[in-house]
C-alpha cells in the first residue's frame, strides 16, 4: 500500500512536497476504490486480473461491467470497448474535463483517457502516433473514433483559426458518413470504406489540419442492396430533406420507393436513423467546409442522376437489343449532367468495339445494358465519392510547412459474415486480416522478438499467427487475388465458376481453404457448389464467387466514359478527365489496387506509435443490456485480447532506450543530474536505484529498460512532473543570473571606460590649463620685471592688467561722501596722473550728485552755514562742532513772547529770537534775556519789557573770542549818557544767532573774532573788559581786575583736526 510513497527518495519527496503526497494518497485511494469496487464490478485492467489465462474470466469481467454500463477496460494501455447500444451520458464536457491531462491509470478506463494519453505523449516525445479501432461491423469503431474527435476538439489549445480547422474535422464525419455509410443488416450506420484520417499538431498541440485517406468503397451498394439493407444514406438523406426548390430542380419526388436502387433491399425507412435532420447537418457542414454553392449543385445533380440512372428501363427491340424511350429520366439526366440525351440514350444502348482498323457501335442485349447502366451508376458514384474525399482534404490541409507530429485514426470497415458474402466481404476481411497482422506484428511478435533481443528472460506466449491466412489472399502467383486477376485478364471464357476451379487447382489442402469439392463429407452439406469457405482468424466465411469477376474487372466501357467526358456538371468532368490513361490498356483490378493500398497503409502505420482500441459487439440484435457470451467469446478470441493480455501479464508495460530514459528522468537523481559520466545504461542503473525501484519492477536489456508496471512509470513521471517546475525555476534563475551578470560586467566595462575617457580628458585639460597658466605667469614675471621700462611687448600685458587691476580695485574703494578726502587708493606709477584725474573727476561727480540732491530749503540753509564759515571757519575754536546742527528759523516761538512786546514792536516783523544770558555791565550778573530781531533793530527783552533796542544802524559791530565760549558783544553806537552800553551777552546758538543777525542788518563783516580780551562801552567815555582764556573747566566770573573772566574749555575743533 505504501508502495508510491516509499518508491519516492526522499530527496524526491522532499521536492515534491505536500501536493505529491495528496496525489500519491489519492491515486492510492482511487486504486484502493477500484479494488474493493472489484466484485461489484469486476476490474478496470485485465492485467490485474488473476486468471488472466482464462476465457472465462474475462468473459465474466467483461459482462460484469457491461451489465453495470462500463463498457471500457483495459489490457495495459489497450482499450477494449463493448457497444452499449444506448446513450451513457459518459461523453460530457465535464467527462472530458476530467480526463484531460491525468495520468492513465488514475482514473477509469474511458476513450477520453486513451485520447488524451495519446495525445500527451506525442506532445512531450514529438512523435507520430496511431489509433488503430478495430472491430466487426456495428461494434462501434466509427464511434469511437468521433469520440475520439470530439475530445480533441475540446481539449486541444484554441484559437480562432485552430477552431476553424477543428470544426472542418468535426464536420468532415457526417458529410464522409452520409456518402460512405450505409444501413446494413449488422449495423444501421456501416462504415462502407475504410478511413484512415491523420490530425496533424503543431508544437503547441494545436490541431491545425488534417488529412484522410480513404479505402474501397463499396460502390456495388449503389446499385445493389440485400434484403434489410439500404444504399447509401445521402439518397435518403436528399429524397426525404431536401428542399421542395431543390428536388423540383433535380426532377425527384419526395418518396424513396419511386427510385428502383433506393428500394432493393426492401428498407428504405429505418427507425434508427433521421434523414431529414441527417440532411441538415450534411447541408450544413457543407457550407462549414466551404464547398462552394455550384460544387454543391454538381453533387447534388450527381446523386439525383444516379437515381434517374436507376429508374431507366431497356425494352429490347425485334432483334432483342435494349432500346430507350424517350423516358423522362434520360431527359434529367441530360439536364442535370449537361449531356445531350442522345448521346446517352446511345451510350447506354452500345458498346464500341473495335473490329479491325474500324471502331463500330455494337448495340446491347437488354442484360447488357442493364449491366452497362449499373457499371455507370457505380463509376459515377465511386469517383464522386474520392472527389469528395479531396476536396475534404483540401479544406483541412495545413498550409504552413513547419514540423508537425499526427494522431492517426484508423475506422475501417469491420470484419463481416453475412448469409451471402460476395467480393465486397472478401476484400474488407482480407483488410481485417490485414489489420490483425499488423497488430501481431506490432505488439505480439515484436514484443516478444523485443525481448528476445533485449536479452530479457522470457517465456513465450503462443499465439495464432494469421500470416498464413494473409498469404493465402495475397501471395503473388499464388494467393486467391493473383488467381482471381489472372482469371479477369486471361482471353477466352472465363467466369466465376472457372475462377473457382482455379481456387481449387491452386489452393487444394491449404488448411484455410475449403470448397464443395475440397471439403469432407460433413463440410460439404454446408457449402454450394458455387462457394469457397475461407478460415479468417475471425471465423470462417463461406463467399459466393458469383460476381467476383466482374467486380473485380470494375469495367466501364469506353464509351460510356466518353459520354461523360462531354458532362458540363463539373464533378463529372473532373471524375472523367479526357487525360484518363489509354483504356485500351486494362486498369488494374480492383482487388490488386486494394491489396496495394493496404500495403502503403501498413507502411503509414508501420512508422507510428500504435495504440489499440478493440470494439466489441455484445449481441447481434442491437439491443441495448444484452450480452451474448458466445458472441463475445468470439471476438475476445479473435481479436487476440487473450494472447495480448497473456503478452501484458509476462512482459513490460514500458520500456525506453536507456539514453532516452536517462535523458528524461536524470534530474530526478543528483548523480545523474546533470550529466552522468558513464555509459547510459549504468545511469539508468543507478537512477532506478535511486528511485527505490524493486528487482521484480524493471529489467535491464541490451538497450534498453523494460518496466513491468504502469504505475512504476506513472510515479516516476509524477516525481518528475513536479521536478521539472524546481529545475525550469533553477535554469531559469541560473539563466536570469548569467544575463543580468553579463549585463552587469558590460556595464561595468562602460563604466569604467567611460570614467578613463573622463579622466584622461580632465588631465588633458588640467594638463593644457596649466601649461596655460605657467604660460601666463612666465609672461607675468616678465611683465613685473620691466614695468618701469617703456610700454614693450613684455610688459604692455602686464601693465594692462595692473591698470585693470587698480580700476577695479579703484571700483570697490571709491570714497562714500563728498568730504571723505583720505579715501583714493595709492595708485601705481604707471597710473599717478590718470588716478590724479580720475580722482578730480570722481570728485565732481560726487559733487554734482550731491549738490543735485540737495533741496531748496537746505540750499538756503547751506547758504547760511557758507555765511557762518566765511565767518568763523578757522577763527572760532567752537565752530566746527556747529557745523552738523542745522540752523532753525527761530528758536523761541511765539507763544513765548510776551505779547506786549508785539505790541511793542507791532510795526516790525519778528525775524529771528533766541533765549540769551545777558550780563550786566556793572557787577556782570547774568540774567535770562530774549533777543529777538526785526527789520532793523535788535531786542533785548525781559517779559514783557523791552530792555534795550539797538538799531541795526547803531551796531558798531559784533565781537567775540577765539575760544570755545558763547560769548557775543554788541557794540552799540553811544553819543548819549543816558544811553545804555554795549551787550555782553552768552548765547547758546551763537554762530545761528550771529549769521541771523548778519543777514538781517544786511552786515556781512561787523563780526570779529578777537584774540584775549574785549572792550566794550559800559557808557559813553566807561568802559569794561570781557577776557577771554582757555581752562580746565567753563566757568564765568568777575576777575580781580573787575572784568568779566571768560573760561573755557579747550576743545579739538573738527575744522582744525581736519586741517
Ligand atoms: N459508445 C457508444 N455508446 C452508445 N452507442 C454506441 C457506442 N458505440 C456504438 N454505438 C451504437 O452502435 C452503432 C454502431 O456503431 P459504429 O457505427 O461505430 O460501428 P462500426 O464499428 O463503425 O461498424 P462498421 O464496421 O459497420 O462501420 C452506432 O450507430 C451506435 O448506435
Ligand atoms: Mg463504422
Known amino acids: 500500500m505504501c508502495y508510491k510513497i516509499s518508491m519516492y527518495p526522499s530527496w524526491t519527496l522532499s521536492l515534491i512536497g505536500q501536493s505529491l503526497e495528496e496525489r500519491c494518497n489519492r491515486i492510492l485511494r482511487d486504486m484502493e476504490g477500484s479494488l474493493t469496487a472489484r466484485d461489484r464490478v469486476g476490474i478496470q485492467d485485465f492485467v490485474l486480473l488473476d486468471a488472466y489465462t482464462s476465457e472465462s474470466a474475462v468473459l465474466d469481467n467483461l459482462r460484469k461491467r457491461f451489465n453495470e454500463n462500463l463498457i471500457y477496460t483495459y489490457i495495459g494501455t489497450l482499450l477494449v470497448s463493448v457497444n452499449p447500444y444506448k446513450e451513457l451520458g459518459i ?43 478495430s472491430g466487426e461491423s456495428g461494434a462501434g469503431k466509427t464511434e469511437a473514433s468521433k469520440k475520439i474527435l470530439q475530445f480533441y476538439a475540446v481539449s486541444c489549445p484554441s484559437t480562432k483559426l485552430l477552431d476553424n480547422v ?18 446494413t443488416l449488422k449495423n444501421d450506420n456501416s462504415s462502407r470504406f475504410g478511413k484512415y484520417m ?74 434508427s436513423v433521421n434523414d431529414k435532420s441527417d440532411w441538415k447537418t450534411v447541408r450544413k457542414a457543407l457550407s462549414v467546409i466551404e464547398f462552394s454553392e455550384s460544387n454543391i449543385e454538381s453533387l447534388f445533380a450527381i446523386i439525383a442522376s444516379v437515381l434517374h440512372l436507376g429508374n431507366v428501363t431497356f425494352v429490347a427491340d425485334s432483334q432483342g437489343y435494349a432500346t430507350l424511350n424517350n423516358s423522362p ?96 466481404q472478401f476484400c474488407i476481411n482480407y483488410c481485417n486480416e490485414k489489420l490483425q497482422q499488423l497488430f501481431i506484428q506490432l505488439t505480439l511478435k515484436s514484443e516478444q522478438e523485443e525481448y528476445e533481443m533485449e536479452g530479457i528472460e522470457w517465456e513465450s506466449v503462443p499465439y495464432f499467427n494469421n500470416k498464413i491466412i494473409c498469404d493465402l489472399v495475397e501471395e503473388k502467383f499464388k494467393g486467391i487475388i493473383s488467381v482471381l ?20 487447382e491452386k489452393m487444394g489442402g491449404h488448411p484455410h481453404f475449403v470448397t464443395h469439392k475440397l471439403a469432407d463429407q460433413k463440410t460439404r452439406k454446408t457449402l454450394e457448389r458455387g462457394d469457397f469457405r475461407l478460415l479468417h482468424y475471425a471465423g470462417e466465411v463461406t463467399y459466393s464467387v458469383v460476381g467476383f469477376l466482374d467486380k473485380n474487372n470494375d469495367l466501364l466501357y469506353r464509351n460510356i466514359k466518353e459520354v461523360m467526358r462531354q458532362s458540363k456538371n463539373a464533378i463529372v468532368k473532373h471524375c472523367f478527365p479526357s487525360t484518363e490513361p489509354d483504356s485500351k490498356k486494362r486498369p488494374e483490378t480492383v482487388a490488386t489496387q486494394f491489396k496495394s493500398s493496404l500495403v502503403g497503409l501498413t507502411e503509414i502505420l508501420m512508422s507510428k506509435e500504435p495504440w489499440y482500441v478493440r470494439c466489441m459487439k455484445p449481441n447481434e440484435g442491437k439491443q441495448p443490456g444484452l450480452f451474448d457470451d458466445v458472441l463475445v ?130 588631465a588633458r585639460r588640467e594638463r593644457e590649463k596649466r601649461a596655460w597658466a605657467v604660460k601666463v605667469i612666465k609672461r607675468f614675471i616678465k611683465g613685473f620685471m620691466t614695468r618701469n621700462q617703456p610700454a614693450c611687448v613684455d610688459n604692455t600685458e602686464y601693465l594692462a592688467f595692473v591698470r585693470q587691476n587698480y580700476l577695479t580695485r579703484l571700483k570697490e574703494n571709491l570714497p562714500k561722501t563728498v568730504v571723505d578726502k583720505n579715501t583714493w587708493l595709492t595708485p601705481p606709477p604707471i597710473m599717478q596722473e590718470a588716478s590724479q584725474m580720475l580722482r578730480k573727476l570722481y570728485t565732481r561727480h560726487m559733487v554734482r550728485r550731491y549738490v543735485q540732491g540737495i533741496m531748496t530749503e537746505r540750499k538756503a540753509q547751506l547758504q547760511i552755514k557758507g555765511l ?31 505779547i506786549k512786546v508785539y505790541q511793542m514792536i507791532r510795526q516790525e516783523r519778528i525775524k529771528y529770537s533766541v533765549p540769551v544770558v545777558k550780563y550786566d555791565r556793572n557787577g556782570f550778573r547774568p540774567r535770562f534775556r530774549q533777543l529777538i530781531y526785526t527789520g532793523s533793530a535788535a531786542y533785548l527783552v525781559e517779559e514783557a519789557k523791552i530792555k534795550q533796542r539797538v538799531e541795526f544802524n547803531n551796531l558798531k559791530g559784533v565781537s567775540v573770542s577765539t575760544l570755545s565760549d558763547n560769548f557775543l558783544i554788541l557794540h552799540v553806537q553811544c553819543e548819549d549818557i543816558k544811553q545804555k552800553g554795549d551787550l555782553v551777552l552768552q548765547c547758546d546758538y551763537l554762530f545761528e544767532a550771529l549769521t541771523k543777525l548778519c543777514l538781517v542788518a544786511n552786515k556781512h563783516n561787523f563780526i570779529k573774532v578777537v584774540q584775549g580780551s574785549v572792550k566794550f562801552d559800559i557808557q559813553p567815555g566807561r568802559e569794561g573788559f570781557v577776557d577771554f582764556k582757555s581752562g580746565q573747566e567753563t566757568m564765568i566770573y568777575r576777575a580781580k581786575n573787575g572784568h568779566l573772566m571768560v573760561e573755557s574749555t579747550r576743545t579739538k575743533s573738527r575744522a582744525m583736526i581736519q586741517n
Request: with cysteine.
Open 91 to 133: 461523453y460530457t464536457k465535464k467527462q472530458m474535463d476530467i480526463y484531460m491531462g491525468v495520468n492513465f491509470f488514475e482514473l477509469p478506463p474511458h476513450i477520453y483517457a486513451l485520447a488524451d494519453n495519446v495525445y500527451r505523449t506525442m506532445l512531450t516525445e514529438t512523435n507520430n502516433h496511431f489509433i488503430l479501432i
Open 166 to 183: 477543428r470544426d472542418r474535422l468535426l464536420l468532415s464525419n457526417p458529410v464522409l458518413e452520409a456518402f460512405g455509410n450505409a444501413k
Open 198 to 271: 491523420d490530425i496533424q499538431f503543431d508544437h503547441m498541440g494545436g490541431a491545425v489540419g488534417g488529412h484522410i485517406l480513404s479505402y474501397l468503397l463499396e460502390k456495388s451498394r449503389v446499385v445493389h442492396q440485400n434484403h434489410g439493407e439500404r444504399s447509401f444514406h445521402i439518397f435518403y438523406q436528399l429524397v426525404e430533406g431536401g428542399e421542395e426548390d431543390l428536388l423540383r430542380w433535380l426532377g425527384l419526388e419526395r418518396n424513396c420507393q419511386r427510385y428502383s436502387y433506393l428500394v432493393q433491399g426492401e428498407c428504405a425507412k429505418v427507425s
Open 329 to 424: 429520366e434520360i431527359h434529367w439526366l441530360s439536364k442535370l449532367l449537361g449531356i445531350p440525351a442522345q448521346v446517352i440514350q446511345v451510350g447506354l444502348t452500345h458498346r464500341k468495339i473495335e473490329a479491325r482498323s474500324e471502331e463500330v457501335l455494337s448495340p446491347f442485349t437488354v442484360d447488357q445494358a442493364v449491366y452497362a447502366k449499373d457499371a455507370l451508376a457505380k463509376a459515377i458514384y465511386g469517383r464522386t465519392f474520392t472527389w469528395l474525399v479531396n476536396e475534404l482534404n483540401e479544406s483541412l490541409a495545413n498550409k504552413d510547412s513547419s514540423r508537425k507530429t499526427v494522431i492517426g485514426l484508423l475506422d475501417i470497415y469491420g470484419f463481416e459474415v453475412f448469409s451471402v458474402n460476395s467480393f465486397e
Open 485 to 504: 486477376d489472372e482469371e479477369c485478364l486471361r482471353p477466352g471464357e472465363a467466369t466465376d465458376m472457372t475462377f473457382l476451379e482455379k481456387l481449387e
Open 633 to 762: 467469446r468470439h471476438q475476445v478470441k479473435y481479436l487476440g485480447l487473450m494472447e495480448h493480455l497473456r503478452v501484458r501479464r509476462a512482459g513490460f508495460a514500458y520500456r525506453r532506450r536507456y539514453e532516452i530514459f536517462l535523458q528524461r528522468y536524470k534530474p530526478l537523481c543528483p548523480d545523474t543530474w546533470p550529466n552522468w559520466k558513464g555509459t547510459a545504461a549504468e545511469g539508468v542503473e543507478c537512477l532506478v536505484k535511486h528511485l527505490g525501484y524493486k528487482p521484480d519492477e524493471y529489467k535491464m536489456g541490451r538497450t534498453k529498460i523494460f518496466i513491468r508496471h504502469p504505475r512504476t512509470l506513472f510515479a516516476t513521471e509524477d516525481a518528475f512532473e513536479v521536478c521539472k517546475h524546481e529545475l525550469a525555476t533553477r535554469i531559469q534563475a541560473k539563466y536570469k543570473g548569467y544575463r543580468v551578470k553579463g549585463d552587469y560586467m558590460r556595464q561595468r566595462q562602460a563604466a569604467t571606460k567611460i570614467e578613463t575617457c573622463w579622466r584622461g580628458m580632465k
Open 868 to 898: 557762518t564759515s566765511s565767518i568763523f571757519k578757522g577763527t572760532k575754536e567752537n565752530y566746527p562742532h556747529s557745523v552738523g546742527i542745522p540752523f532753525v528759523d527761530t528758536r523761541i516761538s511765539e507763544e513765548d513772547i510776551h
